[in-house]
T-cell receptor
Framework: DGGITQSPKYLFRKEGQNVTLSCEQN?????MYWYRQDPGQGLRLIYY???????QKGDIAEGYSVSREKKESFPLTVTSAQKNPTAFYLC????????????FGPGTRLTVT | AQSVTQLDSQVPVFEEAPVELRCNYS??????LFWYVQYPNQGLQLLLK??????LVKGINGFEAEFNKSQTSFHLRKPSVHISDTAEYFC?????????????FGAGTRLAVHP
């Protein structure tokens, strides 16, 4: 069964700690994306990657970092420099540059206190 | 940069009534437009998309949307809603920037269907 998995579904951290959110896909998609969702603001793009070993900053990359060492994996690290990290984080993927539909994972809700 | 405006943050409606969720976009060039649905604490699922061709696009779960170039709108409609349609709906436009395609999302419209 193909799809995108994000783990864990809920994550709690203390302020000042870095935390890494997992995103794995077995759809054989080239492109992967990380979004942040806050109430009333829709989805905002954090980072995206079109191919392995390549990634680009999105609109709100400050305080976040990513890696793309494998095609199926695109982990997101929320660093202590992110001033307001509590949010719902969504990972997505699509087949490639010339394709349009993005497929979304179930999301991770991060709470930092 | 492109932008998407969803004119209503919340839309309450009774079961079996029709509903329209409004979306306007900013681009003046050819656009690719999308509607996604998000059920509570879940990811997004594609409802429908407009790439070219017929301006009336049919999607899953009985939804449809009409692309109106002169009004830069892409409103989502359903003639008769069910309780199970209660969710948040996002309109999005594809933007080509820096050599890459990205989706720009609206703020979302929360549809609440009441019995």
């Amino acid at each position: 069964d193909g799809g995108i998995t994000q783990s864990p579904k809920y994550l709690f951290r203390k302020e000042g700690q870095n935390v890494t959110l997992s995103c794995e896909q077995n759809l054989n998609h080239d492109a992967m994306y990380w979004y942040r969702q806050d109430p009333g603001q829709g989805l905002r793009l954090i980072y995206y990657s079109q191919i392995v070993n390549d990634f680009q900053k999105g609109d709100i990359a400050e305080g976040y970092s990513v890696s793309r060492e494998k095609k199926e994996s695109f982990p997101l690290t929320v660093t202590s420099a992110q001033k307001n990290p509590t949010a719902f984080y969504l990972c997505a993927s699509k087949l490639g540059q010339s394709f349009d539909e993005q497929y979304f994972g179930p999301g991770t809700r991060l709470t930092v206190t | 940069a492109q932008s998407v405006t969803q004119l209503d943050s919340q839309v309450p409606v009774f079961e079996e009534a029709p509903v329209e969720l409004r979306c306007n976009y900013s681009s003046s060039v050819s656009v690719y437009l999308f509607w996604y649905v998000q059920y509570p604490n879940q990811g997004l699922q594609l409802l429908l998309k407009y790439l070219s061709g017929s301006t009336l696009v049919k999607g899953i779960n009985g939804f449809e949307a009409e692309f109106n170039k002169s009004q830069t709108s892409f409103h989502l409609r359903k003639p008769s809603v069910h309780i199970s349609d209660t969710a948040e709906y996002f309109c999005a436009v594809r933007e080509f920037s820096g050599g890459y395609n990205k989706l720009i999302f609206g703020a979302g419209t929360r549809l609440a269907v009441h019995p």
